[in-house]
């Protein structure tokens, strides 16, 4: 059963367990500082396929076949699959997952559905509604960008604050038991919007979400950020980390000696070309699966909080002079 | 606790509580046979707000304040709000309930979404997760068709099979104990993608997925249609409901006598010139909370099946020629 700690955050009395994970990464991610990390890479943006979305479906089921064979698991015996991305419809998980015969729940959480999904698998697990549960996501350069921004080839000169969608996936098998990373607390996001509306400054928009949530978990759960070995955002980036930091201190938190972010791990910004960071759905997704998981496995890490950070607008919205509401999705994560 | 029935069926063994539900419909659904049933109707397509998709976002507001007041709730009583629309990006769903303060999950099951947020609002009560959660869906004529099909004021002559996006909204509250509605059992649908590729034909690209979903409650639960007095699907319509039938006739089960569709419950297909019936998330979502949860709570029904179906394709996918895929989520219901 889970149980409810102080006003927001949920308790998983009975500690499901992710035993399995996968990770997908691109050609541009394969040349940043994780580049050994990955289980699989695909230098060809279409990876074989013949478009940008179906490749990004590809990379999904990929990351599940991976997270699978890792656990032991077949796709027969998962009872659940939560997935999401960022394309309109969520079309990367529903093609690419179609094929599975998995009962399927489609989530929207923008870049923070690494951890909703996550959250909602281990809460099916835990609850005693699965036995196994796997959740996924993706993101996709070529596909985001055309859908979110500009035409590819047009080739517009992009602001200091923008971020590189990641190209990637990532995927957890979540179990009752096992050998693994328990999952031990959550927190979801409320949506938070202070009336940022600049597209290419995500960061910014996102940065008070995160705040929100971590706040609430500390208190919530009368802890510290010492208390953890790592907390990290999903991505933020250089921006909304430097966000991050001020409203957090403001909180009375000092979060910058344990903070890390997804986006700012999967490239290196002075490098390669990337401005404020890595970010997309497969950001989160795919440093999770490919680095801090294993880490975590090997004794690097012994609690941590994971909190992927999702803009929710749409093209739509912005073009209609919204500002961007956002939210973050907190997970707290130890071996078992 | 939850416990597994059968294969791919969820039981409910403490019976969360709908407690409170709203629906709001547009002046075509107050010209239709279930007119007198919402709770409340807007004339304008705007709502008195500067868009379509702004119009949209208010009616989920307007769902959820109409349900939480049925159940006697406040938004700060809430643990969750699982919410989801058909527009890119789910912004009816994001920017209507950025106000309420509420932990937000976004849900993607196209017109499904209805049954999908209420199996995962029930799930969080019966874990313990939530005392009380929320679920809320909507449609719109005006944004939907712009989004999926053509400009408004093309005016494009419509296929017999095509169906018509209601515009509606439609919440439930769920408690852990009350009076009202109990959830027992739920199951979570497959992808099922039988080929068809026509946008303007949905309920028959859907009818294989609600097939899938309602021959696997059967069997795993070892009921017959004939146990339900009402087997309710989402938006199959005229065409999607015909080939039902066909495809639960092959299986062995006879349905027609106990079953209706959302989709030719709330227009008159002979005077409203709608085609093939109602579709969208609002469709489901506004029926079941006018007529149905009302009328079960009167007497009229004492179990049945509410089914809603969607189709997972986006106009990206279909111009890129891919079949649509699809998935039903189902959910049984009976007063407590």
Known sequence: MLHRIGKY????????????FGSIAGKKEAKGPLKN???????????????????????????????????KKKAEDVDFIFAGDLLNQCISSSYGLKDYNI??????????????????????????????AVCVTSSH???AERQYRFPL?????????????????GSCVVEKSGKGIGVRRATVGKIVDLGVSD???????????AAKTLCEFFKDTDTKPKDYDLILT????????????????????????????????????????VHAGGSGCGCAGSVLCSTILPEMLKGKYKNILFMATGALMSPTSSMQGETMPSVAHLVNLSPV
């Open 9 to 20: 955050t949920i308790g998983f009395e009975d500690t499901p367990v992710i035993t399995g």
């Open 37 to 71: 990390n990955f289980d699989k890479i695909f230098y060809d943006p279409r990876a074989g396929q013949s478009t940008f979305e179906k490749a990004e479906s590809f990379f999904q089921q990929e990351a599940v076949e991976v997270a699978l064979n890792k656990s």
């Open 103 to 132: 009962p399927y729940l489609g989530q929207y959480g923008a870049c923070s559905t690494m951890a909703q999904g996550l959250i909602m698998a281990s809460v099916m697990v835990e609850s005693g509604g699965a036995n196994c």
């Open 234 to 273: 999903g991505d933020l980036g250089k921006v909304g980390s430097g966000c991050l930091y001020e409203l957090m201190s403001k909180e009375g938190y000092n979060i910058k000696n344990n903070h890390n972010d997804c986006g700012l791990m999967i490239f290196d910004l002075e490098r390669q070309d």
């Open 199 to 209: 597209l290419n400054n995500m960061g910014a928009a996102m940065a008070p979400a």
């Open 141 to 143: 350069f070529c596909s």
């Open 153 to 169: 080839e047009y080739g517009g000169q992009r602001t200091p604050t923008a971020q590189w969608t990641v190209t990637g996936s």
